[in-house]
C-alpha cells in the first residue's frame, strides 16, 4: 500500500479513535508438568475450544493452560502475516492441542481498512473468529492491490463518510464483503457489525490497552503477561514458549 493511501486514510482512522473514547478444563497450570498433555473437554480437541475475553480478545485453547500466550495483531501489518502462515500452524498444532498453551488473539487496528476487516472477522463472535482471521490474511495483497488502485477522488469521499459507511463503502471497494458474503455472512449482518458502535469503541480499547503496554509494534507477543522483547516470528517465540514450560 503505498504511504499517500496510508496516510489519507490514517487521518480517518484517528478521527474514528478520537470520536468515542468460560468454562474450562478443570486442571490446573498448577498441576501441570512441562509440556505434559493435558485432555480436552469429553475428549475433544482444545483447538475448538474459543471464547471471548474480558479485554475484548478471543481465546483458544485451555483457559488453564500453564503457558498463557497473548498476541496483538494486525489484519494490515505484513509480519504479522508471516507469522499467520508460518507460525501459527505449528503454535496450534504442537502447543494449543495438546493444551499446555493458550492464545489469545487481540487485534490492533491500524486504520480503516484494517477496521473494516477486523469487524468483519469479529462479525461472527468466537467460533469462526480464528478461521475467518486466517482466511483475511490469506487475501492481505489482494486487498491491498485493490486499495492501491483506488481513484485519488474516492479516497477524498470516504474520508468524508461517517465511520460506519466508510467501512462498509471499503468492504465493497476491496472486497471484503464478498470474502464475508462466501462464509455465511450476508449484507444485513455486516451492515449491523459495521454499525456496532460498542464493537468499534471496544477495539479502540484495545489499541490503547496495547499502546499503555508499550507493544513495540505488532505481532507482539506476551507469555503470562510479560511482554517479550525482540519476537515477532516463531523462531524467536517457540524457545519462549519452551522456557515457560510449554
Same mark, same amino acid.
Given at each position: *500500500?503505498?504511504?499517500?493511501h496510508?496516510?489519507?486514510?490514517?487521518?480517518?482512522a484517528?478521527?474514528?479513535?478520537?470520536?468515542?473514547?468460560?468454562? +474450562?478444563n478443570?486442571?490446573? =497450570?498448577a498441576? %501441570?508438568s512441562?509440556?505434559?498433555?493435558v485432555?480436552?473437554p469429553?475428549g475433544?480437541d482444545?483447538?475448538?475450544?474459543v471464547s471471548?475475553?474480558?479485554?475484548?480478545?478471543f481465546? *483458544?485453547?485451555?483457559?488453564?493452560a500453564?503457558?498463557?500466550l497473548?498476541?496483538y495483531?494486525?489484519?494490515?501489518?505484513?509480519?504479522?502475516?508471516?507469522f499467520? @502462515?508460518? +507460525? &501459527?500452524p505449528?503454535?496450534r498444532d504442537q !502447543?494449543?492441542?495438546?493444551g499446555?498453551v493458550s492464545?489469545?488473539? #487481540?487485534? !490492533?487496528? #491500524?486504520?480503516?481498512?484494517?477496521?473494516t476487516?477486523?469487524?468483519?472477522s #469479529?462479525?461472527? /463472535?468466537?467460533?469462526p473468529?480464528?478461521?475467518?482471521? @486466517?482466511q483475511?490474511?490469506?487475501?492481505?495483497?489482494?486487498i491491498?492491490?485493490?486499495?492501491?488502485?483506488?481513484p485519488?477522488?474516492?479516497? %477524498?469521499?470516504?474520508?468524508?463518510q461517517?465511520? =460506519?459507511?466508510?467501512?462498509?463503502?471499503?468492504a465493497?471497494?476491496?472486497g471484503?464483503d464478498?470474502?464475508?458474503? %462466501?462464509? +455465511?455472512?450476508?449484507?444485513?449482518k455486516?451492515?449491523?457489525? &459495521?454499525?456496532d %458502535? *460498542?464493537?468499534?469503541n471496544?477495539?479502540?480499547e484495545?489499541?490503547k490497552?496495547?499502546?499503555?503496554?508499550q507493544i513495540p /509494534?505488532t505481532?507482539?507477543?506476551?507469555?503470562n503477561?510479560?511482554?517479550?522483547?525482540n519476537?515477532?516470528?516463531?523462531?524467536?517465540l517457540?524457545?519462549?514458549l519452551?522456557?515457560? /514450560?510449554a
Open positions: *500500500m503505498t504511504k499517500a496510508l496516510l489519507a486514510l490514517g487521518a480517518a484517528l478521527a474514528l479513535a478520537g470520536c468515542d473514547k468460560g468454562a +474450562g478443570s486442571a490446573t =497450570a498441576n %501441570q512441562a509440556g505434559a498433555p485432555a480436552a469429553a475433544g482444545w483447538t475448538t475450544v471471548a475475553t474480558p479485554d475484548g480478545g481465546l *483458544m485453547g485451555n483457559p488453564n500453564k503457558v498463557k497473548v498476541e495483531l494486525s489484519l494490515t501489518c505484513p509480519h504479522c502475516k508471516d499467520e @502462515e508460518h +507460525g &501459527f505449528k503454535l !502447543y494449543i492441542k495438546k499446555t492464545l489469545e488473539a #487481540r487485534n !490492533y487496528v #491500524r486504520d480503516p481498512i484494517d477496521m476487516a477486523t469487524l468483519v #469479529r462479525c461472527g /463472535g468466537p467460533e473468529y480464528f478461521a475467518m482471521t @486466517e483475511t490474511f490469506a487475501q492481505q495483497a489482494d491491498f492491490d485493490k486499495m492501491q488502485k483506488l485519488q477522488d474516492t479516497i %477524498q469521499k470516504l474520508q468524508t461517517p465511520p =460506519a459507511e466508510q467501512f462498509k463503502a471499503l465493497s471497494l476491496l471484503i464478498t470474502f464475508a458474503k %462466501q462464509r +455465511g455472512i450476508p449484507q444485513s455486516l451492515d449491523a457489525c &459495521f454499525n %458502535q *460498542m464493537s468499534v471496544k477495539l479502540v484495545m489499541q490497552k496495547a499502546n499503555d503496554e /509494534g505481532p507482539a507477543f506476551f507469555i503477561g510479560k511482554l517479550l522483547d519476537v515477532g516470528t516463531w523462531e524467536q517457540e524457545p519462549k519452551k522456557e515457560a /514450560g
